[in-house]
């Protein structure tokens, strides 16, 4: 995802350049060159391809910016709980206690009880403690 | 009264709220700008501009929506159509115009 939003953003940022600089230059042109009719001749109406890129592009460019925006949270609380227990339980099973992503979550609002020293996982921290071990005899 | 007893039965996490909206005014800001630029170089002049800068706001509200809300916005925003639809669009109406005059003016030397 974060890989789709950053192409399309690069994308779109490159059209865009490509479309502005067309309609300078297509400006530029214009300005310099005597028009045939009317003297003043406010200059003349941009071609339809550079009005359709620069529409693609700022589409792209929002796309992408929508899509590498963080992940909005559910605000029912039931929901909302659910997840954040879903995922302490995922990062429990992994190693350990491992602190959230930074700036990914809140956390957990019950934590304080979940990890009272009666609930904590014995096996878990004695195999952490013998990889400790394990890693630190050598240093 | 009714609101009052659906809110205790069915409880709203406000960080998550917050979170929601500062999101959302992230992406208002960005595209604000961006909007500009295009209104800039396409040479719009006064309303034109205006309801440029609302139709591109009215199509990342659909994108948000899609993408990630997943088409269910009763589940990430308390009142859907002042957040998600209303939610910051003068907000970033400065940005667009700022953007909108610079390109102008650098356009149309």
């Known amino acids: ?139 | 009264m009714l609101d009052e007893r659906e809110l205790a039965i069915h409880p709203i996490v406000q960080e998550s709220v917050q979170q929601n909206a500062r999101t959302i005014a992230n992406i208002r800001n960005l595209t604000a700008s961006l909007f500009g630029v295009a209104a800039g170089t396409l040479g719009l002049e006064s309303y034109p501009g205006f309801i440029f800068y609302l139709l591109g706001t009215l199509v990342v509200s659909v994108l948000i929506l899609l993408l990630r809300a997943e088409g269910k916005p009763k589940a990430y925003f308390y009142s859907p159509v002042q957040n998600l639809l209303l939610g910051e669009v003068f907000g970033g109406l400065s940005s667009f115009v700022l953007t909108w005059t610079l390109f102008y003016g650098l356009v149309r030397a």
């Open chain 1, 1 to 139: 995802m974060a890989l789709l939003s950053k192409a399309l953003n690069a994308i779109g940022l490159l059209l865009l350049a490509h479309a502005v600089y067309s309609a300078h230059e297509h400006s530029a042109l214009h300005a310099g060159a005597p028009s045939t009719s009317q003297a003043p001749s406010t200059t003349a109406a941009l071609p339809l391809d550079i009005t359709l890129e620069t529409l693609t592009s700022v589409f792209l460019v929002c796309a992408g910016l929508v899509l590498g925006s963080p992940a909005l949270r559910p605000i029912q609380w039931s929901e909302w709980a659910g997840e954040v227990e879903q995922e302490e339980g995922r990062q429990r099973q992994g190693r350990g206690k491992a602190g959230m992503k930074e700036g990914e979550g809140v956390g957990n609002p019950f934590r304080m009880l979940e990890e009272r020293p009666g609930f904590v996982d014995v096996r878990a921290k004695r195999k952490e403690f013998a990889d400790w071990v394990r890693e630190g005899g050598s240093r």
